[in-house]
C-alpha cells in the first residue's frame, strides 16, 4: 500500500492568512493526488484533483502543486468558511489511500 | 444534480451483519465506478471496496476483505455493501462515493465525486 503522510497534523491560522498543507507519499505516484476538504459533521468535498486542477465551484484561493512524491494544498487568503479538516488522496494504484488529515483552526 | 443517499446504519453485536444501501440519482449511475469509504469516530478516512460500472472488478481493503461484499443494481441506481463477522473495528461512518474520471496528456486521472451524508454502524455489545 502507498502511505501519504501530511505535515502538519493541525494547524492554528487567521483569517487572512496563507496556508500550505504538505502531503508526502512514500513512492512516486506522478500527479495521481486528489485534495478534499471535510468540515464536521460533514461529508468530504473534492477541491482538486491531479495535483493541481480546481474542482469546478472551487474558489480560486485554493491551489495544488507538486509531483512525484511531495505535494502542497495552499489557500492564499484563508476565509471563516474555509476551517476544516484537510485529506490528500493518491489515485495512482489501489488500494486508494488518504493522509491522516490536516485540520486548520481559528487562532 | 447528483445525489448519494446512504441507508441501513445501525447499531450491531461483535459477529453481527449489516447490509448498507447507497441509492443514486441525478447521474447515469450504470456507466460509473462507485466506491465505499469510512471514517472511524474522530479518524481519518479509509477506503473500503469499490465495484465497477457492470461489476466486473471489485476490489477490497485488506481489512475488510473476506468479511464485506460490495454489489450493485443498475436496474435501481443503488450500491449495496454487506458487511459480515463485523468488528468493533468496524465501527464507522460508512460513504458511497462516485469515481469520477478525466484525461490530461497521457493519464486517465480518478477521483471521489461526490460523496454521500455517509451512515453510521456502530459495532458493540
Known amino acids: 500500500d502507498i502511505q501519504m503522510t501530511q505535515s502538519p497534523s493541525s494547524l492554528s491560522a487567521s483569517v487572512g492568512d496563507r496556508v500550505t498543507i504538505t502531503c508526502r507519499a512514500r513512492?512516486?505516484?506522478?500527479?495521481?493526488l486528489n485534495w478534499y476538504q471535510q468540515k464536521p459533521g460533514r461529508a468530504p468535498k473534492l477541491l482538486i484533483f491531479?495535483?493541481?486542477s480546481l474542482q469546478n465551484g472551487v474558489p480560486s484561493r485554493f491551489s495544488g502543486g507538486g509531483s512525484g512524491t511531495d505535494f502542497t494544498l495552499t489557500i492564499s487568503s484563508l476565509q471563516p468558511e474555509d476551517f476544516a479538516t484537510y485529506y490528500c488522496?493518491?489515485?495512482?494504484?489501489?488500494?486508494?489511500?488518504f493522509g491522516q488529515g490536516t485540520k486548520v483552526e481559528i487562532k | 444534480e447528483v445525489q448519494l443517499v446512504e441507508s441501513g446504519g445501525g447499531l450491531v453485536k461483535p459477529g453481527g451483519s449489516l447490509r448498507l444501501s447507497c441509492a443514486a440519482s441525478?447521474?447515469?449511475?450504470?456507466?460509473?465506478?462507485m466506491n465505499w469509504v469510512r471514517q472511524a469516530p474522530g479518524k481519518g478516512l479509509e477506503w473500503v471496496s469499490y465495484?465497477?460500472?457492470?461489476?466486473?472488478?471489485?476490489g477490497y481493503a485488506d481489512s475488510v476483505k473476506g468479511r464485506f461484499t460490495v454489489s450493485r443494481d443498475n436496474s435501481r441506481n443503488s450500491l449495496y455493501l454487506q458487511m459480515n463477522s463485523l468488528r468493533a473495528e468496524d465501527t464507522a461512518v460508512y460513504y458511497c462515493?462516485?469515481?469520477?474520471?478525466?484525461?490530461?496528456?497521457?493519464?486517465?486521472?480518478?477521483?471521489?465525486?461526490?460523496w454521500g451524508q455517509g451512515t453510521l454502524v456502530t459495532v458493540s455489545s
Open positions: 488522496q493518491q489515485s495512482w494504484r489501489s488500494p486508494w489511500t
Open positions: 441525478g447521474l447515469t449511475f450504470s456507466t460509473y465506478t
Open positions: 491531479a495535483a493541481s
Open positions: 465495484i465497477t460500472s457492470n461489476s466486473d472488478y471489485i
Open positions: 513512492q512516486t505516484i506522478s500527479t495521481f
Open positions: 462515493a462516485r469515481e469520477s474520471s478525466g484525461r490530461s496528456g497521457y493519464n486517465d486521472y480518478t477521483w471521489f465525486d461526490p
